[in-house]
């Protein structure tokens, strides 16, 4: 199925969780926030949350500084 993930279409198979992009774009541990289809996904559900066809997800990762 088709996912666009920062503007950028990927091809992924059915059941591909929220983790599965985690781990798959080497996030892991990394401070990090996902919006799925403009709705906030929290981390403790990555694991859970399952893409479906279309769904437009924005991964961003936090920048400290001062």
Avoid: C
Avoid at 5 to 17: E, F, H, R
């Amino acid at each position: 199925m088709e996912i666009i993930v920062n503007g950028q279409s990927q091809n992924v198979p059915d059941g591909y969780t929220a983790q599965h992009l985690v781990n798959s774009l080497e996030l892991s541990g990394k401070r990090i926030a996902m919006e799925v289809n403009e709705e906030i996904v929290p981390k403790s559900g990555y694991a859970s949350h399952a893409f479906t066809a279309g769904d437009r997800i924005e991964v961003v990762h936090a920048v400290g500084g001062g």
